[in-house]
């Protein structure tokens, strides 16, 4: 017995591990319920995140498609701190350059269409419609300035400016050479030879009248060749021409303005008529200043409030906010509707007319060229061409010059970007814009 107690005091520590690693033995074929079953499931978890993970380390990666490819190239390499810095400088710096373009794009549409009067819009006050009224009337009425000053526009002698000026000439040139008979009261002693001088001036006046006035002018255009608003050019309408009236003119007038220096660019090489390419504006034919003038592609101008033909309008909050411009808007491109695609929308309106002009055959692609050079306007379709008779037209009193002419009708569009023009609308005018495709017209 002692001997045992001495054993187990020397090698107490060795029994014991032995002891523990015995009952370890032991417990590990003792059933555990689930414990098993939870350890397999992780192991498995573990495997399945390993197997993801080295299907990513050894995935193909493939650089983009670019245009001109049905295949991508294989990436090499996956791109470097430094790499993916220049990219996002690449990307600030086209996004800069992007926002510059759209800068630049509105100052281009922008700078020609100058106000009227500036400052009056939005909110014309005080003497300031009728202010405007005059300044329109002084640009587009009689001998006004978009005529003689831009267009330096002038029409054939009348039968009644021939008739003034024979007399002229007779009263000024010949009747003072007369002599008086002295045996026959009332008659002259030289009558018949002074008439006769007379007859022959007077026979070839009319001609020489026709061909000063070509000479004289850039292009012929009668005064009803560019539409005038009656309304705002009515000085016996007693009240003057309310904000939306203004605003409606001075758009139409922009578009004017355009054809005129379009016109007025073409014909800057010649010195006259007679070597000019467009020899005449027979008409531009625009929408009244009023909604119908732009552009929606339904048949019709913007419905206030309205979501369609033949659905009630929707009543307009005279205080709601007005739109703001919005360069991400989606940009409409209905071409059922236009040559173009293009309809008036939240970020740009159109205005679609008509041009009648007389040109030489030769300069046609010059005059299309010029129509379209430093402005929003396009040629959307040249609806047709016919040969002028040059000398029908010149017992008219039409003189072309040498060169064969044709008479021809444009169908152009101009846009205007909301980003400047909505700062100069009326309030009410703002909240009846399209601001996409389904803008209604009006019934």
Not at 43 to 61: F, H, I, Q, V
Not at 148 to 153: I, R
Not at 328 to 342: A, C, F
Not at 392 to 398: H, L, P, Y
Request: hydrophobic fraction near 40%.
């Amino acid at each position: 017995m002692d001997q045992f107690k001495s054993i187990l005091a020397k090698y107490w520590v060795a029994i014991l591990c032995g002891i523990i690693a015995l009952a370890a033995i032991v417990v590990s074929f003792v059933p555990l319920g689930g414990y098993h079953e939870e350890l397999h499931t992780k192991m498995r978890a573990s495997a399945g995140n390993y197997d993801k993970a080295k299907a990513l380390e050894t995935k193909p990666r493939l650089q983009p498609i670019i245009p001109g490819q049905t295949t991508p190239d294989p990436l090499k390499w996956f791109p470097s701190d430094s790499v993916i810095k220049s990219g996002q400088d690449l990307r600030d710096k086209l996004n800069t350059q992007s926002l510059d373009a759209v800068k630049t794009v509105v100052e281009i549409n922008r700078k020609p269409h100058q106000e009227l009067l500036p400052g009056l819009l939005p909110n014309p006050q005080g003497v300031g419609p009728i202010n405007y009224r005059e300044a329109y009337i002084a640009r587009l009425g009689p001998n006004g300035t978009l005529y003689t000053q831009v267009l330096k526009a002038g029409l054939p002698p009348t039968a009644e400016e021939i008739a003034a000026e024979e007399k002229r000439i007779w009263d000024t040139e010949f009747k003072p050479q007369l002599v008086p008979d002295p045996s026959n009261v009332g008659k002259f002693m030289n009558e018949d030879p002074v008439n006769a001088q007379f007859l022959t001036r007077k026979s070839a006046l009319p001609q020489q009248m026709k061909e000063s006035r070509a000479h004289a002018f850039k292009v012929y255009a009668a005064a009803d060749a560019i539409p005038i608003d009656p309304v705002v050019a009515n000085r016996q309408g007693g009240l003057p021409p309310d904000p939306r009236k203004i605003w409606w003119s001075q758009l139409q007038l922009w578009v004017e303005e355009d054809v005129a220096h379009a016109i007025e660019d073409a014909n800057a090489p010649a010195p006259d008529v007679t070597g000019a390419a467009i020899k005449r504006l027979i008409k531009l034919d625009l929408p009244p200043a009023e909604p119908s003038l732009l552009f929606t592609g339904r048949g019709g101008p913007v419905m206030m409030g309205g979501a369609g033909p033949g659905v009630p309008p929707v009543p307009v909050d005279p205080n709601a906010p007005a739109p703001t411009p919005d360069t991400n808007t989606p940009v409409p491109h209905e071409m059922k509707m236009s040559p173009s695609g293009r309809v008036s929308c939240g970020m740009y309106d159109v205005v679609q007319f008509h041009l009648e002009l007389v040109v030489g055959i030769k300069d046609l692609p010059w005059v299309l060229q010029c129509i379209a050079k430093n402005r929003m306007m396009s040629v959307l379709n040249v609806d047709s061409i016919v040969s002028e008779d040059s000398v029908a037209a010149e017992n008219a009193g039409f003189i072309y010059g040498t060169n064969q002419v044709v008479r021809v009708r444009l169908t152009c569009e101009s846009l205007f970007l909301r980003e400047w023009t909505l700062p100069l609308m009326p309030p009410s005018i703002q909240r009846i814009l399209p601001t996409n495709a389904a803008a209604a017209p009006v019934q």
